[in-house]
């Protein structure tokens, strides 16, 4: 999961909160899965007990996190699950598998050491910012702001840490909301005053000394100057300094860079529908990871989801009445490549609702939708045998371009409370993901995907 | 702290349990401070209160991990510290303050990474682990150990892991224990059989991708080989390839090696007793901490402890019976040599008893002792107004060497359940530490120090 610039997650706008109120019903005040299944059988029921037996979710994360590993957008190992993703979907037996060409930017890491050379010498953990330009060795003093504001002539020729002043009481969202304008701005900001680079102090509520990544957007109007984050402890270890009067000197070395364009692509497989096959439910998650850890819970248990709910749908032998279409996305993480050309792509057809998994591999918590008001009582309506509440919020990151076109968003949302501690960072690993909850956002996915595919006209 | 090489911590033999049961008493069933007193003035309560309002216990806690940092003994960081043990000791208007000479062996971490290199490339959160032989470069194939018992001829030209089995629900004592003993001995118990190096799992309670690091011991007759912990996470990638029958490769290049012997020093500092000078009561902890983190809790607060206490007897300006000796030893992380420096140059004085802080800067939970039954029951009888249980345990590593002369030792044992989280991490940093629980343990150290030194002849 990628947030936007100014962190906020998931809730859209003024309105959407007012009519969010009246949509968010709790499960228990919802009708049980039924009636909804065409026939005699219970199809939604049937899903529920096939993705409670679902060995396979749980082995092919393990594949997908273990043999695979964290697969950054464009890079040999996101190719090879590019590969992995469109086998799977043929072994399923799923219609239509292809792969729609995408062209995404390959960051690369390299390596990357950031030590405080004065007051003492010490390493300091930390991860260069995705996109972030590297550098062969930047050293200078180190000016400490809490804010942008607190950004001015001092900055210039020194090394910017921002570490922003986060409540203790805040959650991991709230915190992580805080964080993410300094690293999605704060090389730009501090390289228009002259600094030569800029270190972001991670906010997780736990931290083991925990570095994380993410994207940085430079302002094409600057300089481009290398950017890191740096653990908690770290940035709180100079910023003491700062208060009694010492200056920290710091020392980066960078080999990050980017290796240009390649070709990848999407992956897509559906379910075919038989009364209005020309109508779209796109459910969707992202391929891509960061380059470290395995990408367990962002977004591969969202991969997961997407392609058992599909398996399970197709092994039930009955064809929904509208296509289910599964995609796997392209670099979701710094570019959204794969949505903006799915959307290219695909923007004359007739998509009646668009799902993404990314918020993590949870137990399923709630539905967070945005749509027009008639979109939403279709949803809320189509929705009941999934069991979850409903409030407003973003669909998701891939699905914001068709978003964009009118189309109804939505997306799952787990229960994940450590979420932020681990996001980004080396520790997104499979051992962090229950196999119980693993399965339980299969049957989320297939139930949703059903109901939507099944629901009468919108 | 470290801890003994097969991984107890604290309770020394069956006959000690026994006896321990015994001396076990709640602090509740305790006589509160009162009576230790001389005259009419309540010196515990005295002690205690100027504790609670020690402000520079925190200031001189922060300096040492902000401004000396970590400090390997006999590192630069290391000497700076001494200097500012002594310096310190010698502003409080200490006695006799004075370097004792001790000549410790320099380990240098230098550059160091692991890095899978099959079945995905990806680099291995890891700690090489003190006195650790370094390497150019060694890449091999991993054979996965449960046990020593499972190492066998597969392992010869082989990198071995060990990932021994930890019950779910083990504390982190429980689970160090079972850890240490593979980090301890594993490398020379892997290379009798021919393996080229061994990796070993941390084994946290918590862990965001966390490495540890500690010491281990070669074995003479066997060759040395480079030795380092890998994070849990990425421990149990390898572990469940190799169940899935897949090998995985990694490669580890470390410029670990000792640097020789260097002269450094145990600082010594007095409150010199009026009534009976001759004899000694010893309190200590060590200043060296690993190369890593700032050594917050271990043994930086062990550190302030004993500078503190010493601080606020002599500011008393009451003279204590006996005289109360405050040690900051060298090197107890790797080799005891400051402990052992000092029992050889003051095995002939008079001890009573020697304490030791060294395990954090938590809040005082009770003390462990061992000593005969006739110390131990004259140790009961004076620290009740400490206010803490007492049971049979180990004083302390620095202590040990004297300790097996027959001096009485006694141990502080704080509450800091996540201890063995940040233990030799990164994460061991002045932020774990709580101001309030460093300065009860300066006041747990001070009254302890005072009980011990004034009462009746043992």
């Known amino acids: 999961?990628?947030?936007?610039?100014?962190?906020?997650?998931?809730?859209?706008?003024?309105?959407?909160?007012?009519?969010?109120?009246?949509?968010?019903?709790?499960?228990?005040?919802?009708?049980?899965?039924?009636?909804?299944?065409?026939?005699?059988?219970?199809?939604?029921?049937?899903?529920?007990?096939?993705?409670?037996?679902?060995?396979?979710?749980?082995?092919?994360?393990?594949?997908?996190?273990?043999?695979i590993g964290p697969r950054l957008a464009g890079s040999p190992a996101f190719q090879r699950a590019v590969a992995w993703g469109s086998a799977t979907m043929r072994e399923d037996g799923l219609d239509a598998v292809r792969l729609e060409p995408v062209t995404t930017e390959l960051w690369v890491r390299g390596r990357e050491r950031a030590v405080m050379t004065a007051p003492v010498v010490h390493d300091l953990p930390m991860l260069g910012i995705g996109e972030s330009v590297g550098t062969p060795g930047v050293e200078a003093p180190v000016v400490v702001v809490r804010s942008f504001a607190e950004l001015?002539?001092?900055?210039?020729?020194?090394?910017?840490?921002?570490?922003?002043?986060?409540?203790?009481?805040?959650?991991?969202?709230?915190?992580?909301?805080?964080?993410?304008?300094?690293?999605?701005?704060?090389?730009?900001?501090?390289?228009?005053?002259?600094?030569?680079?800029?270190?972001?102090?991670?906010?997780?509520?736990?931290?083991?000394?925990?570095?994380?990544?993410?994207?940085?957007?430079?302002?094409?109007?600057?300089?481009?100057?290398?950017a890191a984050i740096v653990a908690a402890e770290y940035a709180e270890w100079i910023t003491r300094l700062a208060r009694a009067g010492v200056e920290a000197r710091v020392r980066l070395e960078m080999e990050a860079h980017s290796a240009g364009n390649v070709e990848t692509a999407n992956v897509v497989g559906e379910v075919r529908g038989a009364a209005r096959?020309?109508?779209?439910?796109?459910?969707?998650?992202?391929?891509?990871?960061?380059?470290?850890?395995?990408?367990?819970?962002?977004?591969?248990?969202?991969?997961?989801?997407?392609?058992?709910?599909?398996?399970?749908?197709?092994?039930?032998?009955?064809?929904?009445?509208r296509t289910i279409r599964g995609v796997l996305f392209v670099n979701e993480e710094h570019g959204s490549d794969g949505g903006k050309a799915y959307e290219a792509a695909h923007k004359a057809e007739s998509h009646v609702a668009a799902y993404e998994s990314d918020s993590g591999g949870g137990a399923p918590l709630e539905l967070a939708a945005s749509g027009t008001p008639a979109?939403?009582?279709?949803?809320?309506?189509?929705?009941?045998?999934?069991?979850?509440?409903?409030?407003?919020?973003?669909?998701?990151?891939?699905?914001?371009?068709?978003?964009?076109?009118?189309?109804?968003?939505?997306?799952?949302?787990?229960?994940?409370?450590?979420?932020?501690?681990?996001?980004?960072?080396?520790?997104?690993?499979?051992?962090?993901?229950?196999?119980?909850?693993?399965?339980?956002?299969?049957?989320?996915?297939?139930?949703?995907?059903?109901?939507?595919?099944?629901?009468?006209?919108?």
Request: with cysteine; glycine share 10%; charged share 20%.
């Open 277 to 321: 096959p020309q109508e779209i439910v796109l459910i969707g998650a992202h391929l891509d990871s960061w380059d470290v850890g395995q990408g367990a819970h962002d977004d591969g248990a969202g991969v997961i989801h997407v392609i058992e709910a599909l398996r399970l749908i197709k092994a039930m032998g009955v064809a929904p009445a």
């Open 375 to 458: 979109q939403l009582a279709w949803l809320l309506a189509a929705v009941k045998p999934v069991g979850l509440p409903l409030r407003f919020g973003s669909g998701g990151t891939d699905i914001e371009p068709i978003a964009r076109d009118g189309v109804l968003a939505v997306g799952l949302r787990v229960d994940l409370p450590n979420y932020f501690d681990i996001h980004h960072t080396q520790a997104d690993t499979l051992d962090k993901v229950d196999p119980q909850a693993l399965r339980d956002g299969v049957a989320a996915t297939a139930v949703l995907a059903w109901q939507l595919a099944n629901a009468p006209e919108p």
């Open 152 to 226: 001015g002539p001092k900055v210039e020729g020194k090394i910017v840490l921002y570490d922003p002043v986060i409540p203790p009481e805040a959650g991991g969202g709230a915190r992580y909301g805080v964080y993410v304008r300094f690293r999605a701005d704060g090389a730009s900001k501090a390289a228009a005053l002259g600094a030569v680079a800029v270190l972001v102090r991670a906010a997780p509520v736990h931290s083991l000394a925990t570095a994380h990544t993410g994207m940085l957007r430079y302002d094409p109007a600057q300089r481009k100057i290398p």
């Open 1 to 67: 999961m990628h947030t936007n610039r100014n962190g906020r997650i998931g809730v859209d706008h003024v309105a959407a909160l007012l009519l969010g109120a009246l949509l968010a019903l709790p499960a228990a005040a919802q009708t049980p899965p039924a009636a909804a299944a065409p026939g005699p059988r219970n199809l939604p029921a049937e899903l529920r007990a096939s993705a409670a037996a679902d060995r396979l979710a749980w082995e092919r994360l393990a594949y997908l996190c273990d043999r």
